[in-house]
Nanobody, 124 residues
Framework: VEITESGGGLVQPGGSLRLSCTIS????????IGWFREVPGKEREGVAAVDWTGRIIYGDSVKGRFTMSQDNAENTVALQMNSLKSEDTATYFCAAETDTGYCYGLRASPFDVWGHGTQVTVSE
């Protein structure tokens, strides 16, 4: 299984960005796919995740601002980020839990396949 993220960049506070994640090499779509973000010196934070039934969960810091969606036919998930704040600046990673397909919260440890990350910078 391989994961590739895209869509990061520089945006002003209050702006929007859309991240995409493509998952390839897996025989079925029964995965939990999550978005995480990391800032140097801090623990990796779970942002959002969707399981194979379509159930989506969000981290408290992004609820109401970020929206996760999936396209099973294309094996892609997206993260629409609106009303961005400077504290959203981080490297964003897409990850897959390929064992059960269910999302057990937003802890990073159950996710066994990770992308290389894409940088999001929110600044004037």
């Amino acid at each position: 299984v391989e994961i590739t993220e895209s869509g990061g960049g520089l945006v002003q506070p209050g702006g929007s960005l859309r991240l995409s994640c493509t998952i390839s090499g897996h025989s079925d779509n029964k995965n939990c796919i999550g978005w995480f973000r990391e800032v140097p010196g801090k623990e990796r934070e779970g942002v959002a995740a969707v399981d194979w039934t379509g159930r989506i969960i969000y981290g408290d810091s992004v609820k109401g601002r970020f929206t996760m969606s999936q396209d099973n036919a294309e094996n892609t998930v997206a993260l629409q980020m609106n009303s961005l704040k400077s504290e959203d600046t981080a490297t964003y990673f897409c990850a897959a839990e390929t064992d059960t397909g269910y999302c057990y919260g937003l802890r990073a440890s159950p996710f066994d396949v990770w992308g290389h990350g894409t940088q999001v910078t929110v600044s004037e």
